[in-house]
């Protein structure tokens, strides 16, 4: 689905924010399963921890302050 999109996207990081909601999880997963790096950035504020996939790079959590 996403990979006639992105086939151009080879060796790159991927930002994704909002990761931990329910579709943009879905989205974090197939990069990180693809093996893209993926980097995201989510304040936890509607989404859950649990939907992040353990093989993402880096993971950004935004808080107020």
């Known amino acids: 689905m996403y990979g006639e999109i ?14 931990t909601g329910s579709i943009d999880s879905h989205i974090t997963e197939y990069f990180a399963a693809a093996g893209h790096n993926v ?20 993971v950004v959590c935004a808080t107020k302050a």
């Open 39 to 58: 980097t995201i950035l989510d304040n936890l504020q509607t989404g859950y921890s649990r939907n992040i996939p353990g093989n993402v790079s880096d």
């Open 6 to 19: 992105y086939s151009e996207c080879d060796d790159k990081v991927m930002f994704v924010s909002g990761s």
